[in-house]
C-alpha cells in the first residue's frame, strides 16, 4: 500500500492534471484491483501488505483507522517510513496506535519525532527510516518522468509552495528572477501555463531546474536525489506542518538546509550550487539501514521467540521481567498509565521462556470452591482502613504474629507499590482499596528469597498478578495467595491527572471506599495537607468503567482457578440471601480453594459471624465471583472518554460520556434488549 500523496489530494481537480495522474499510474505495474477498503480480501490475497509512508498517520489528515487496518494478520503487516507528521498526539490518536500497533510485525516510521511520539505506546521496536523515495536513484526516477507539453524556454526556478506564499517571499523569489533572468514555474498557480502538470512532470521539472524553491517535503527530497540546489521556504500559514520531517531530513544529512535568511542573492555560486555534502555515503548507509529492515519483515515469524511475536493484551502480573534468564525485561508505563513489557532486544536470548509462561497466553479451568462460599462479618468491628469487614486485615496480622511476611498495596501520591510487610504497624499502610494498577515485578526476588528462607509468605493482589505468582512459586508450599474480587484496574495516572484538576494537588492518604455512613454506601476520601474531601466522582469514573486496562474488558481471569488459596471480597447484596448477616461495618466474602484455604479461614473464623451461602443462591451474588463482567461493549465509551480528554476535564468527559450512555433513546434500547433476551430464555 501506498499512504496518502499530498500531490494528489491537493491537486487533482483539474481535468487536464487528473489526466497526467492517470498516465504516471500506467508506469506503475498493479497486479490486482482489490479494493483496499475490503480488509478481509487483502488479508486473504497478499502475503504481506506494507503501510507508507506520506501522512498516513497524521489525524489531521488521513483516517488513520484505515492506515492500522485491524483484521489483518499480524504476520503480514509491515509499516515502512510510515509518517505522523506532526509533534504531538491527540488521546484518541494514542489510544489508536496503543490498540494497533502491536499488531503489526515491524513498524519504522519517516520521523525521529514520530518514533519518540510512538514508541512508548507498542512493544514493537521502532526504527526511523529513509522514505521510499530515497531507495531509488536519479537514474530510476528518470524511467519514469516525462517532459512537460510546453517547456520552459529558459533557465528556470522550480516554486512548489503547498502553503500560501506570503509578500515576503513573493518579492524575494521575483527578485533572484529578475536578477539571474530565470522563469518561474510554478505548478499550483491556476494561470500558469504550467498548472497541468502531474507527478512525472513534476520530476522531470526537478532535475531540470536551476533552483528549487518550496515548502514541501518530497519536493527537496527530490532535489537532494538529483543534486539541485534547492532553498527550503519555511511554512508560514497553517495548512500542514512541515518541522517535524524537515528536521529529520536535516538530520540524515547533517545539515541545516538554506532558508531565505541565510542565501545572499548577489553570490551566483552561493545561490545555485548543491550545498548537501557526503550525500551518497549518508544515503548508502541509511538505505542499507531500510534494506536490513525489509528484509527481516519478509522473513516467516518465528514463535516462541518473545513476548512480541504474539498479539495480546498484558495484564502487567511482573512474571515475564521476574523469569527472563537475562534481565531483557523491564515494565514502563504507556501514554495512560498502564505497564507494558519492554524487551531489551541486545540482552534478549529468544529463549522463549516469557511466552511459554505468560499467563495471558495460557487457558485457566473454571476456579474449585472448596467448602462453598461464606458471607463474614466482624464480630468486633474496627475504625480502621479496611474496605468491607477487615478479612485480609485478619488474615495479615495471623500471619505476621507467626513470624510470616505480608506483601500487598500501599498508597504514595508519587507512584504507589508493593511493600514487603514485617509487623502489624506496617500493616496498616496496605489496608484498604486502591482503584489503580501497581508494580508487583520488583517484589519477585524479594518473595522468592523469603520463600527459600522458609518465611511463611501471605500475598495479596488482583486475580491476574496471583496467577503470574502462582506460576513462578508453584513449588513452594509455604506461598499463601489471596485474590481479591477484581472489577478492573484502572492506572494511577489518571487518578493524579483528576486530583490536579479538581483539587490542584495530590492527597497525602487514600481511601478509595470509606465506609461513611455506613458500608454499601462507600466513597471516597481524601486526605490532603491542608483539608480531607469526601467524595465519589472518582469513584463514578472508576464503576463506569471509563479507564481500565485493556485486558479488563474480557478478563482472562475472573471466575477461574489462578492459584489461589483464598479469594475475598464484598459481600453485596447480601441482604438479600440472609438480613441477619447485614452489617453496617461492612460484610465480606470468604472462597476457600483448596485445603490451605479452608486452613487460612479457620484460623480467623472466629473472629467473625459467618454463613455458608447456598448453590441456589450464588446468582444473587455479584458476577465477577464465577465469571469475568461482560464489557466489551465498554471500549466504545471509553475511546469516546479519550476523545474528549484533549479540550475537557476528566469529571466533564465522564459526565458528557454518562450523559450520552444514559440518553433515552440509550436506556430504552438496553431495556428492549433485556426484554427479548428474558423472552428467548424461557422458549
Not at 522531470?204 to 514541501?216: F, G, P
Not at 493484551?313 to 531483557?328: D, E, F, R, T, V
Not at 478479612?391 to 500471619?399: D, H, L, P, S
Amino acid at each position: 500500500f501506498v499512504g496518502n500523496n499530498i500531490l494528489t489530494l491537493l491537486s487533482c481537480k483539474r481535468t487536464a492534471r487528473k489526466k497526467n495522474f492517470k498516465h504516471f499510474d500506467k508506469k506503475i505495474t498493479f497486479e490486482s484491483k482489490i479494493d483496499a477498503s475490503n480488509e478481509l480480501k487483502i488479508n486473504e490475497y497478499y502475503d504481506y501488505i506494507v503501510f507508507g509512508s506520506d501522512q498516513i498517520w497524521n489525524s489531521e489528515f488521513s483516517p488513520i483507522k484505515l492506515y492500522l487496518y485491524s483484521q489483518i494478520d499480524k504476520e503480514k503487516k509491515i509499516a515502512y517510513a510510515a509518517s505522523v507528521g506532526k509533534s504531538t498526539l491527540t488521546e484518541l490518536d494514542k489510544h489508536l496506535f496503543e490498540k494497533n500497533l502491536d499488531n503489526f510485525k515491524a513498524v519504522s516510521v519517516r520521523e525521529k519525532t514520530a518514533e519518540n511520539l510512538l514508541q512508548p505506546l507498542t512493544h514493537n521496536k521502532i526504527q526511523t527510516l529513509l522514505d521510499p523515495t530515497f531507495l531509488l536513484s536519479s537514474t530510476d526516477w528518470q524511467k519514469v518522468e516525462r517532459a512537460p507539453k510546453i517547456k520552459p524556454s529558459k533557465r528556470y526556478i522550480f516554486l512548489y509552495m503547498l502553503g500560501n506564499i506570503s509578500s515576503r517571499y513573493r518579492e524575494f523569489i521575483n527578485n533572484i528572477s529578475k536578477k539571474y533572468d530565470l522563469e518561474i514555474v510554478d505548478v499550483f498557480s491556476k494561470k500558469s501555463k504550467y498548472s497541468s502538470c502531474g507527478p512525472a512532470e513534476f520530476l522531470y521539472l526537478i532535475r531540470n531546474s536551476s533552483i528549487v524553491m518550496a515548502d514541501s517535503f518530497h519536493a527537496i527530497v527530490f532535489s537532494i536525489i538529483n543534486r539541485r540546489p534547492f532553498i527550503h521556504l519555511e511554512r508560514e500559514d497553517n495548512v500542514i506542518s512541515m518541522s517535524s520531517r524537515m528536521e529529520n531530513l536535516e538530520r540524515i544529512f547533517n545539515t541545516k538546509f538554506s532558508t531565505l535568511d541565510d542565501v545572499n542573492i548577489d553570490d551566483e555560486n552561493d545561490l545555485f550550487s548543491f550545498k548537501l555534502q557526503n550525500v551518497d555515503k549518508l544515503l548508502e548507509v541509511e538505505q542499507r539501514k531500510a534494506h536490513e529492515f525489509l528484509d527481516n519483515a519478509f522473513k516467516p515469524i518465528e514463535k516462541d521467540n518473545n513476548l512480541y511475536d504474539f498479539n495480546f493484551n498484558c495484564a502487567g502480573c511482573g512474571l515475564c521481567a521476574s523469569i527472563c534468564p537475562k534481565g531483557a525485561i523491564t515494565y514502563k508505563t504507556n501514554s495512560r498509565g498502564f505497564l507494558r513489557p519492554v524487551i531489551d532486544e541486545d540482552k534478549c536470548i529468544h529463549c522463549g521462556l516469557c511466552s511459554k509462561n505468560c499467563v495471558m497466553l495460557r487457558n485457566f479451568d473454571k476456579q474449585s470452591i472448596k467448602e462453598g462460599i461464606f458471607s463474614a462479618n466482624n464480630k468486633n468491628p474496627k475504625n480502621d482502613n479496611s474496605s468491607s469487614a477487615g478479612v485480609f486485615g485478619e488474615i495479615a496480622t495471623n500471619i505476621l504474629n507467626s513470624n510470616g511476611i505480608v506483601y500487598a498495596v500501599k498508597y504514595d501520591k508519587d507512584k504507589s507499590e508493593f511493600i514487603r510487610v514485617t509487623n502489624l504497624q506496617e500493616l496498616e499502610k496496605v489496608k484498604g482499596s486502591k482503584y489503580f494498577q501497581v508494580d508487583i515485578s520488583n517484589q519477585y526476588k524479594n518473595i522468592e528469597k523469603d520463600l527459600k528462607n522458609k518465611k511463611v509468605v501471605l500475598v495479596c493482589g488482583t486475580p491476574c498478578q496471583i496467577a503470574g505468582l502462582k506460576t513462578k512459586f508453584e513449588k513452594y508450599e509455604n506461598l499463601v495467595l489471596v485474590k481479591f474480587l477484581c472489577h478492573g484496574v484502572p492506572s494511577q495516572q489518571l487518578f493524579k491527572d483528576y486530583c490536579m484538576q479538581e483539587y490542584n494537588q495530590l492527597p497525602e492518604k487514600l481511601n478509595c471506599r470509606k465506609k461513611n455512613p455506613i458500608w454499601g454506601k462507600s466513597i471516597c476520601e481524601l486526605s490532603f495537607k491542608d483539608k480531607t474531601i469526601l467524595e465519589n466522582n472518582y469513584l463514578n469514573i472508576f464503576l463506569s468503567d471509563f479507564d481500565l486496562n485493556d485486558c479488563c474488558y474480557d478478563c482472562h481471569f475472573a471466575g477461574k482457578q489462578v492459584g489461589a488459596d483464598l479469594t475475598i471480597g464484598d459481600a453485596w447484596n447480601i441482604q438479600k440471601i440472609n438480613e441477619k448477616m447485614y452489617s453496617p461495618n461492612g460484610v465480606s466474602l470468604i472462597i476457600p480453594h483448596n485445603e490451605k484455604g479452608v486452613e487460612i479461614f479457620n484460623n480467623i473464623q472466629d473472629n467473625f459471624n459467618t454463613y455458608l451461602i447456598n448453590e441456589t443462591d450464588y446468582h444473587k451474588l455479584q458476577d465477577n465471583v464465577f465469571k469475568a463482567f461482560n464489557m466489551k461493549t465498554k471500549l466504545k465509551d471509553r475511546e469516546v472518554f479519550y476523545s474528549y480528554l484533549d479540550k475537557n476535564s476528566i469529571l466533564n468527559s465522564y459526565k458528557k460520556v454518562y450523559s450520552n450512555h444514559n440518553s433515552f433513546v440509550n436506556r430504552a434500547l438496553r431495556k428492549a434488549k433485556r426484554i427479548c433476551k428474558k423472552i428467548l430464555c424461557r422458549k
